[in-house]
């Protein structure tokens, strides 16, 4: 265990991966899980416990439904949500509602929660769980791109959100609507936009980010849920796609296919995206689906390591799982709890119910948390799907917690009991959260 440690130490240290550098000064948040899409929050001047009393709280602001986080760049907030009109959000998981109302995209005032100006459109659902879109905007200098839950791809000019191209995945590609929705959040690379589609030949599709015109198309597979991350390894930029038969890693140029992984998720739910510690990736899916492989050093290659099965490794759904000094964390979608990991084997180390559904002693299906580091602490943010905020130690000793605060109400429902499931975004010493109702700015900082 010792050896492997230090082997992780040392290849992350030699830039296996795409990081960025902790920062001294105010940090965005301009997409899914921060700025390297790594789940690690690296500014200076946060808070590493949560006290008795809580936090301040900036401001309050009230949005509409939808499980997408929000995002932060230069000093404005990007909030995607759904104004419902007509029909009863229902959430059956074998069955799709239909609702009427307006994908909407508001944008505040990092400082005070005002809101700057708003974009919004018919949008008509055939979704289940219907709450509202699922994909973080994704924000890139000038223009914020959108995916709404049903296809629509959208870009707008950060400014005064003035529309600068939009396609429909359903009417343009034929793509076929999940029944959870589109919820591959856009990645943006150079001047490419990338996400999921679905379908023969156009699994995933390289947009040009300035017009929407297609560059290429990959994959003979279904959209799933996942999105799309850009890393290096073996000497060679890869973009990383997690569908429904397979991880697979992809020239980011052309779409060529450099390696393949097959994971098969119940339900064809390719959910969390695939993370990485060193020279190792770890990708899960619902009930006994995971997968740990190694990346290749000299060439872009993945060897598997070991398969995860029903009393080991940890299946993770809603939230991605971090890897962190040789050991997994990541909330379970069976047991609904979190459980760490060891990544050389798939061993359980522990678990516990206290950031997910706390009192439980059994099972919470999908009961869930959002992780993210702080910096290259050992100490974490936790999201609980409770409306918590947690500060805890995670290692491979155990979970301790230091402190918490109720910041929302869990507005959602899932399977009989009341959910928050929407990752924050952290950026200039502040938590953004949201729920269905309102979004909530939470300070801090030290």
Not at 212 to 217: D, I, L, M
Request: glycine share 10%; charged share 20%; aromatic share 8%.
């Amino acid at each position: 265990m010792t050896k492997h440690v230090l082997l992780i130490a040392c290849l992350c240290v030699t830039g296996s991966i795409l990081t960025s550098p902790d920062r001294v000064n105010g940090e965005d948040w301009p997409g899914w899980l921060g700025s390297s899409r790594d789940g690690v929050y690296r500014e200076s001047g946060v808070i590493d416990h949560i006290p008795d009393s809580g936090l301040p709280i900036k401001w309050r602001t009230p949005i509409a439904g939808g499980y997408a986080g929000p995002a932060v760049a230069d000093g404005k907030v990007f909030v995607f949500d759904y104004q419902r009109s007509g029909g009863e959000v229902v959430n059956d998981p074998g069955q799709r509602a239909t609702l009427t109302g307006k994908e909407r995209l508001q944008v505040l005032d990092a400082k005070t929660g005002e809101k700057l100006w708003e974009y919004s459109y018919d949008r008509p659902y055939e979704i289940s769980y219907p709450a509202g879109p699922r994909a973080t905007p994704t924000v890139d200098r000038d223009n914020v791109y959108l995916l709404g839950a049903e296809g629509d791809l959208t870009c707008l000019s950060v400014a005064d959100g003035s529309l600068v191209w939009t396609r429909n995945l359903p009417n343009d590609f034929g793509a076929e609507v999940p029944i959870w929705g589109f919820a591959s959040h856009p990645l943006v690379d150079g001047d490419l936009l990338y996400t999921m589609v679905g379908g023969q030949g156009q699994g995933v599709v390289a947009f040009e980010k300035a017009t929407g015109e297609v560059r290429w198309k990959s994959l003979d597979a279904k959209a799933g849920y996942c999105a799309t991350r850009i890393i290096e390894a073996g000497g060679t930029r890869q973009l990383i796609v997690y569908h429904p038969e397979a991880v697979e890693g992809l020239d980011p140029a052309t779409g060529k296919s450099l390696w393949n992984i097959p994971i098969t998720p119940a339900y064809e739910m390719s959910i969390a995206q695939p993370m990485i510690e060193g020279d190792l990736m770890y990708a899960s899916g619902i009930h006994a689906e995971a997968v740990m492989f190694r990346l290749g050093s000299e060439s872009p290659t993945a060897k598997e390591l070991w398969r995860g099965g029903p009393k080991n490794a940890v299946h993770c759904s809603n939230a991605p799982p971090m890897i962190v000094d040789g050991v997994i964390y990541g909330t379970d979608c069976v047991k609904g709890n979190l459980i760490a990991v060891d990544a050389t084997n798939g061993d359980r180390l522990w678990e516990t119910f206290q950031p997910t559904v706390p009192g439980e002693k059994r099972f919470a299906r999908h009961g869930t948390a959002f992780l993210t580091r702080l910096g290259q602490s050992d100490r974490y943010l936790l999201m609980s799907e409770t409306g918590e905020l947690i500060v805890a130690e995670l290692t491979a000793a155990g979970y301790e917690e230091k402190g918490r605060m109720q910041v929302l109400e869990p507005t959602n429902e899932s399977f009989g009991r009341p959910v928050l499931w929407s990752h924050p975004a952290y950026a200039d010493k502040t938590a953004f959260i949201r729920n269905d109702k309102e979004i909530v700015a939470v300070d801090l900082s030290r």
